[in-house]
């Protein structure tokens, strides 16, 4: 069988059922059998980073492996971006790329990169199969690796004349390589309750490793059983629901709200559970370790006392921790009733929450929000790339399920949305799946709106137009005092979102008073094409943030 079938005939094995990707010459083998493949289906994309954001919007999700497929050379380095996306938010995906033959390798031939090692930094693993006859044990390597630990992105480069190589493979004899998740150790989940029980303030801290662990019910029947406040860093976004008595909010320095980190601040004990502590949701380390201790779980060793001195640090799948900790808690101590203010959280929340509703024109970005908490709800996808956009979406959006808010949170990456609510949608076609982007953003990748169009994929796109890139704009003007380069309408002009998104095929429409928002969405809604929504809102408005949690400059 040659290689480029066996790669095929792996792919299903691995229950991959939606590839994205862009064919090219150095790849044309591998197409040969996909188009024969009776369970996957091949998404074309128009760029490849774009085919990367794709699959990565399918596996966030779905919680399903989705591959990227693209050509040698510039169709592999345009992967780089998407794959780091990948890397730092946990998300496992597979890249296939074509090659040049192996007689062309180092020799500058056309369209031949070694991607191996520019992917390097970016992948839990990356191989040039120069040795057909080790292509399938590479190929589940690299499904194995993908899935197991903290889950991330590989790679297989494949050269041409290797893909076509005729190797001994029998389907029947081959399967997936097994994977375990670790448990916790007994001690250590015995040594937590006891501190969580002697502490006077114990605040849980959820990650997106909770989600991406399929652990919120088990995180929500601990966090009830001992009566304990959880917030969540952002990209936890989703693990307990907005109106939970006992959720507290989001804790960072911009994508936060108010009580979220008023709530931390009040803990003397920190559980922290699938989360890196990254830099954008600690601020000043000083002010956010001070006065408290620090229990961290994480599935990654090397994320342990990486950035916080961890007084109890626990390697384990996130599911199966907070499973331990019940059992103990449940052995050691009775349920435990809400006491002080933990039981006046909801109270509290809502004194704290930030205004939305605005009735001001040219709107308000809040406004913006407020329509979309309305009218979207519990039932939709949200997408979100960089920016002052994320950040409002990060504060103003209430989402009410795991894998329902798709963030691209380490990486920050403007052109992700697109791509990667198209890759949601066909993962949940039930689901309405709606992409929250700058008109900054939408530059970046708008060209997936025809992948959109092409295949029926029929998703929302919201863009928050303020003319700038807001975000650098206000990071100019507080700090430095300057502004430059970061205005993105001309004059009297702008670009016209509505029609480059009926050029593509899809519809849309204009919004520009505050009362137009919620009929819009109505439309957008009952759309069955990709609906495109450019909302001219207020230029300069400015989002809340700080350096440190304890000092969030508020802004309306």
């Known amino acids: 069988m040659l290689v480029a079938e066996v790669l095929v005939k792996i792919l299903e094995s691995e229950g991959v059922e939606a590839a994205f990707g862009i064919p090219g010459a150095s790849i044309t083998p591998v197409y040969k059998y996909l188009a024969r493949s009776e369970k996957i289906r091949h998404y074309t994309a128009r760029h490849e980073e774009g085919a990367a954001h794709a699959a990565d919007g399918y596996t966030r999700a779905s919680g399903k492996i989705a591959c990227c497929i693209v050509t040698s050379g510039p169709g592999a380095t345009n992967l780089v971006t998407g794959l780091y996306n990948a890397q730092i938010d946990s998300i496992p995906m597979v890249a296939i790329t ?21 992917v390097r930094p970016y992948v839990k693993g990356a191989w040039c199969v120069t040795e057909p006859a080790r292509a399938p044990g590479i190929i589940r390597e690299a499904f194995r690796l993908a899935r197991s630990g903290r889950p991330g992105p590989v790679l297989i480069d494949l050269p041409l004349d290797v893909q076509t190589t005729d190797i001994p493979y029998d389907p029947e004899l081959d399967a997936p390589l097994p994977w375990d998740k670790p448990k916790p150790h007994q001690k250590q989940i015995e040594k937590a309750i006891e501190m969580i029980l002697a502490s006077k303030s114990p605040i849980i ?17 601990l966090a009830e059983y001992l009566s ?3 917030a969540t860093t952002y990209m936890g976004k989703g693990g307990m629901p907005p109106d939970h008595p006992l959720y507290c909010g989001q804790v960072g320095i911009q994508c936060n709200t108010p009580f979220g980190n008023k709530a931390f601040l009040q803990s003397d004990l920190v559980i922290g559970i699938g989360c890196r502590f990254n830099d954008r949701h600690t601020g000043n ?8 201790k620090f229990i961290h779980i994480d599935i990654e060793p090397t994320q342990i006392g990486r950035i916080i001195n961890t007084d109890l640090g626990i390697v384990a799948d996130a599911k199966l921790a907070l499973a331990a900790l019940l059992e103990v808690a449940r052995a050691k101590s009775g349920k435990r009733l809400p006491q002080g203010w933990v039981a006046r959280i909801p109270e509290l929340r809502a004194q704290t929450g930030r205004r939305l509703e605005y009735d001001n024109i040219p709107i308000k970005p809040q406004r913006v929000f407020h329509e979309i908490n309305e009218m979207l709800g519990q039932d939709t996808i949200f997408t979100v790339g960089c920016g002052v956009v994320q950040i409002w979406s990060g504060q103003f959006q209430k989402i009410w399920r795991p894998r329902y808010y798709l963030p691209a949170g380490g990486a920050g990456t403007l052109g992700y949305e697109i791509p990667a609510a198209v890759g949601a949608k066909i993962a949940n076609p039930a689901a309405r799946v709606c992409a929250i982007v700058g008109d900054g953003g939408f530059t970046f990748q708008g060209e997936a709106l025809a992948m959109a169009c092409q295949y029926g994929v029929p998703i929302i796109v919201v863009i928050v137009n303020n003319g700038y890139l807001g975000l ?22 702008k670009i016209d979102f509505i029609q480059v998104a009926e050029g593509y095929g899809a519809r849309g429409e204009r919004v520009t008073r505050p009362e137009g928002i919620k009929p819009a969405l109505e439309r957008a809604m009952h759309s069955d094409v990709p609906y495109v929504l450019d909302i001219i809102v207020a230029r300069t408005t400015l989002c809340s943030m700080g350096t440190s949690i304890d000092a969030i400059k508020e802004y309306e």
């Open 205 to 221: 801290l959820a990650g997106g490793g909770v989600i991406i662990a399929g652990a919120t019910r088990e995180l929500l029947e």
């Open 98 to 118: 074509g090659q040049n033959t192996r007689s062309q390798l180092g020799k500058e031939a056309f369209q031949c990169v070694d991607i191996v090692n520019t």
């Open 285 to 292: 380390l000083d002010i956010y370790t001070r006065g408290r």
């Open 472 to 493: 650098i704009r206000q990071n100019q003007a507080q700090n430095y005092g300057y502004e430059y380069a970061v205005e993105l309408w001309y004059g009297d002009g």
């Open 228 to 230: 304990l406040p959880v």
